[in-house]
């Protein structure tokens, strides 16, 4: 897992500054049998070289993202806003079929209705009472 995690931060590197570390490359290449305690000093390595490499990822993508807002001038928010496209809440009809166990089947069917509203980052599911009456819950999403 650590090897998958370096390979896609090695490619991550890329992106800011178009060189990958020798390090990196170097500790994917290794794949000669080892002894248990060369595996944990290895595995203990690419710990280490993995905080670093993220470290420094963070530190290169911090300073892009200070380079960018200090660059572009301040747009007024309207002109953004129309290119935008805003995803419309959506609503779906869901039937539940309501089971004993896990194979036997009662018969009964509940309906829900749920509501996405991804850009108010809110889930509710909405269930019709026969007299009625609605019992509702909402999730949302900070």
Same mark, same amino acid.
């Given at each position: 897992?650590?090897?998958?995690?370096?390979?896609?931060?090695?490619?991550?590197?890329?992106? =800011?500054?178009?060189?990958?570390?020798?390090?990196?490359?170097?500790? /994917?290449?290794?794949?000669?049998?080892?002894?248990?305690?060369?595996?944990?000093?290895?595995?203990?390595?690419?710990?280490?070289?993995?905080?670093? =490499?993220?470290?420094?990822?963070?530190?290169? *993508?911090?300073?892009?993202?200070?380079?960018?807002?200090?660059?572009?001038?301040? *747009?007024? *928010?309207?002109?953004?806003? +129309?290119?935008?496209?805003?995803?419309?809440?959506?609503? =779906?009809?869901?039937?539940? %079929?309501?089971?004993?166990? %896990?194979?036997?089947?009662?018969?009964?069917?509940?309906?829900?209705? /749920?509501?996405?509203?991804?850009?108010?980052?809110?889930?509710?599911?909405?269930?019709?009472? +026969?007299? *009625?009456?609605?019992?509702?819950?909402? =999730?949302?999403?900070?």
């Amino acid at each position: 897992e650590v090897d998958k995690v370096l390979a896609g931060l090695e490619i991550l590197s890329k992106v =800011f500054d178009q060189q990958s570390s020798p390090t990196v490359s170097k500790i /994917l290449q290794q794949t000669a049998p080892q002894s248990g305690e060369q595996e944990l000093e290895s595995l203990v390595l690419k710990l280490s070289v993995l905080k670093d =490499f993220l470290s420094s990822i963070e530190k290169k *993508a911090l300073k892009a993202l200070q380079e960018m807002s200090s660059a572009s001038p301040a *747009a007024p *928010a309207q002109p953004m806003s +129309r290119k935008a496209k805003s995803i419309p809440v959506q609503t =779906f009809e869901v039937k539940l %079929d309501v089971t004993l166990g %896990d194979l036997t089947k009662i018969g009964k069917s509940q309906k829900y209705t /749920l509501s996405v509203d991804v850009e108010g980052g809110k889930l509710v599911v909405l269930k019709k009472q +026969r007299d *009625a009456q609605e019992d509702w819950n909402t =999730f949302t999403h900070d």
